[in-house]
């Protein structure tokens, strides 16, 4: 269903005007973002094909924000356009195809709290049971659709519930609605010798609820006792979430566990075990010096607005696992990205950096950092089983892991050489398993270098160069890459890169060396930013905080237009 | 009792009702359905449709093993011979990791592929009498409704086998209830074909699986012929099978489709040897 701008806008702005009569004061800031492809080409050598666009020789993904702010009152809405969707965003339903508002909201607010009807972006604790967002690149928008109440006014204590119905694409679902509640408490804030120490400390708990309609006919699949029987859903799940976080001078600490009740669904095998999820969070800051250690294990915490959503399907989730893996920016470490797997995982991450102040030893004239990370996903007991259509599924010992999913050791050197130059070193080694992380293939064993050096010549020209190679027996084989970026102040950048890599014709076979090289020019003029680019993108995974959307291989010439105000 | 204390109980008892609003025993998961009765006519103006399930499978796919196993369910519920299913090796998953392997896809598959899906659609993907599109997990229920409809149409085919030319006959009699113009398909495929098949939770093929429903070729062109008729068609079409298909195993699988019914009636028929 998609709304009529106009059964919300004039009551909205009906509302809005009355109020505004009274106050004056109203600071409105938007953009708007447009991404463009022009004539897709055909380029049979990177399996880039211009009829996968219904022969389209204009595809665009454009996002119109608007909202304002005044003492008492707040409103957004946000025009999309996806109806010829950009490479990636084609899936054979055509989901993404579209255009409309699919976002408007309006806030009245108070001392008391604070009262928001239409399009909700929340997240609760770390996000276990409940994170509804917005990521563009990945094409999730999961917000709801209906109305929070936030309270503020007794100090240290934060209250919000909410109610609705979870964005799809362009539709909300009205048989599924999702209601929840979230608080949290500063005890600090009442007890004076606490906070005159440093010490601060939060507790929050939250709830979520998934009312479902239990009309699917799910038929009993693989489970012998049961070959003509549907299955008999629960049309309830219920989630809810307690954290602690302390702080004390450099030091702190966040430890939070989640739960769900039976949820089966199209992830866990309809399998009506409870799902979990607990977390531990240790970080140290002082004196130019950093550290964090985290672990994760999480077991059928897939949590998803329709039961019956394809297990591959990134849309529908209404909460979110983080991935405990960093989104590398260099393109090859990303060549091989890790992606939350929902079914469980034991995630771990450790990471120290150091500043060395200038004029020292190590730190040289003008200072040096070093950072080291460290990432380990494994699975659980009996990795992705999940038992049989209707029953408790496979229990998992708690501690038990079983096989490795993802790892990456990663060293970074930043130093400033001289006035002008700044060199960026990286040497990374990943093991990732592409049976389960892609359904196929094995285990890639990469080792990974990048240098990457920055030159100022004067105020109005810099340049920056990149290098990188990735060495590896598995898959297409190794990779180089190497990229030159041209800055002139203030206002222009010209950028060329080139991926150089096998192609793969047939899995485990090598192709011929391919060239993926881009030419960019990039203008920027007060709120404005134009980047016209032509060149061969890669068919790969786009991912952004353990989720990731895949998107085909192209060639073409694309705009992007970003403006903010 | 403190205040505290109150609050203590009260939260304890209201959280096991929450829980309890969305928990379901065991003994109560399960749901027993009426199968569709086989060999029922509806009156004497239709007959039972028969339905084809479209598996684009492939051998370095995890999940499609799975697939696989639903299909044998199917037939073992259903009847093979009201469920007939055709496995597609095409996609991205379609050829097995290692080139040295067996390669069970074919260009008829990958055309198949290219017409329906793209690169990014997840295997397994199945088509229902080509009036449904489905992961493995929705093909039980597409099936089972897809069953309840009838079909004006019945199709009866016989087969003639030469050992030493390999050159097979297929004779067709189509009876209609009423006029009917369509395309009629006629494909080869064959079982209990050993190949390698990525299995979940293993890095290594395993060598030693068994592929059934492997479609093979056309007999009749890529998407078939078209034909129009009143009551009853009669017509023959040939085939050389190729020298590593085992004819013992090979099955011939015969389908009409029309323009708003999708797949009007299909059937299975194994190959009569001549000797």
């Known amino acids: 269903m998609r709304i009529s701008p106009l059964l919300i806008t004039i009551p909205l702005l009906a509302t809005t005007s009355s109020v505004l009569a009274q106050e004056h004061r109203v600071q409105l800031t938007g953009s708007i973002q447009s991404d463009m492809m022009i004539a897709p080409m055909t380029d049979n050598a990177i399996g880039a094909y211009a009829d996968s666009y219904d022969n389209n020789a204009f595809l665009n993904n454009t996002y119109a924000d608007i909202s304002g702010q005044s003492k008492y009152i707040d409103f957004g809405a946000r025009f999309e356009l996806t109806q010829w969707p950009m490479p990636g965003f084609n899936d054979v339903n055509n989901h993404f195809k579209g255009w409309g508002l699919p976002n408007i909201w309006v806030k009245g607010k108070n001392k008391v709290g604070e009262l928001t009807l239409g399009s909700l972006y929340e997240q609760f604790g770390s996000g276990f049971i409940l994170r509804s ?29 909410l109610s609705g119905l979870q964005r799809r694409y362009w539709s909300w679902n009205p048989k599924s609605i999702i209601s929840g509640a979230d608080f949290n408490l500063s005890i600090d804030e009442w007890a004076k010798g606490m906070n005159e120490n440093d010490h601060h400390i939060t507790i929050g708990a939250s709830w979520v609820n998934k009312y479902e309609e239990a009309d699917d006919d799910i038929l009993v699949s693989g489970n012998p006792n049961y070959t003509h029987h549907r299955l008999n859903v629960p049309e309830f799940v219920n989630a809810w979430d307690a954290r602690l976080q302390y702080q004390h001078s450099s030091f702190s600490l966040l430890a939070e566990y989640a739960a769900k009740s039976g949820d089966p669904n199209s992830l ?54 983080p991935a405990f893996t960093l989104d590398h920016t260099y393109s090859l470490a990303a060549l091989y990205p890790y992606a939350t797997q929902m079914e469980g995982e034991w995630a771990f991450q450790g990471s120290a950096a150091y500043n060395f102040k200038r004029k020292t030893t190590l730190g040289g004239k003008y200072g040096a950092k070093i950072k080291v990370n460290y990432s380990l996903v494994k699975g659980l007991e009996h990795n992705k089983d999940k038992g049989l259509q209707g029953t408790d599924g496979i229990s998992n010992s708690f501690f038990a892991l079983g096989d490795t999913y993802y790892q990456d050791l990663n060293l970074q ?6 006035k002008s130059l700044e060199l960026h070193l990286m040497y990374m080694y990943q093991q990732y398993n592409k049976g389960v992380i892609q359904s196929e293939g094995g285990n890639i064993y990469s080792n990974i270098f990048v240098a990457e050096g920055k030159y100022k010549f004067n105020k109005q020209y810099t340049l920056r160069a990149e290098a990188q190679y990735l060495g590896t027996e598995h898959e297409s084989g190794d990779w180089y890459f190497g990229l030159l970026e041209l800055s002139i102040a203030p206002h222009f950048m010209i950028t060329a890169s080139d991926q ?66 | 009792m403190k205040k505290a204390s109150y ?76 469920v007939i299913a055709i496995g597609i090796y095409s996609g991205p998953f379609g050829s097995p990791s290692n080139a040295r392997d067996l390669d069970l896809v074919t260009e008829l598959g990958t055309t198949y592929w290219d017409h329906w899906f793209n690169e990014s659609t997840p295997q397994p993907i199945g088509i229902i009498n080509r009036t449904a599109t489905g992961s493995k997990d929705n093909w039980k229920k597409q099936v089972n409704a ?35 113009s369509g395309s009629l398909q006629i494909l080869v495929a064959e079982d209990s074909i050993q190949a390698a098949q990525l299995l979940p939770n293993s890095q290594k093929p395993d060598r030693t699986y068994w592929h059934n429903h492997v479609l093979r070729a056309s007999v009749n062109g890529d998407w078939g012929e078209a034909i129009t008729m009143t009551d009853s068609l009669k017509l023959t079409r040939s085939i050389t099978l190729q020298s590593d298909w085992r004819v013992e195993q090979i099955h011939i699988i015969t389908f009409v489709t029309t323009e708003d019914q999708g797949v009007e009636q299909v059937i299975t028929t194994p190959v009569a040897t001549n000797h």
């Open chain 1, 500 to 565: 150089i890599g096998h192609t793969e014709p047939a899995p485990g076979q090598y192709g011929d060396h391919t060239h993926y090289y881009n030419v960019a020019f990039t203008c920027n003029y007060e709120a404005h930013r134009l980047m016209l680019s032509f060149g061969r993108t890669r068919a790969g995974y786009n991912c952004t905080g353990g989720v990731c959307r895949y998107v085909p291989a192209s060639k073409g010439l694309t705009i992007n237009y970003n403006y903010n105000f």
């Open chain 1, 133 to 161: 967002y917005e990521q563009r690149s990945l094409g999730v928008d999961n917000s709801l659709m209906g109305a929070r109440i936030a309270v503020n006014s007794i100090k240290g204590i934060q209250l919000k519930v």
């Open chain 1, 268 to 321: 866990n095998n309809y399998t009506y075990g409870k799902g979990s999820a607990a977390m531990i969070s240790l970080t140290y800051a002082q004196s130019g010096l950093s550290l964090l250690a985290q672990a994760k294990r999480s077991e059928n915490m897939a949590f998803r607005s329709i039961r019956t959503s394809s297990a591959l399907c990134t849309a529908g989730y209404i909460n979110h696992l």
């Open chain 2, 146 to 180: 897809a069953l309840q409809d009838s079909t004006q149409l019945a199709i009866q085919a016989d087969t003639r086998y030469d050992d030493v030319t390999r050159n097979l006959d297929i004779q067709l009699t189509l009876g209609s209830r009423s006029p009917l």
């Open chain 2, 7 to 82: 609050t203590h109980v009260w939260t304890s008892l209201l959280l096991p009702v929450l829980f309890a609003c969305s928990n379901i025993d065991e003994a109560d998961r399960f749901v027993e359905i009426e199968i569709p009765n086989i060999n029922e006519t509806v009156d004497t103006t239709y007959y039972k449709k028969n339905v084809l399930i479209e598996d684009f499978t492939g051998q370095s796919c995890i999940n499609c093993p799975e697939a696989a196993t639903i299909i044998h369910e199917m037939l073992e519920l259903y009847g093979e011979d009201r």
């Open chain 1, 413 to 418: 050197v930043d130093k400033k050489l001289t």
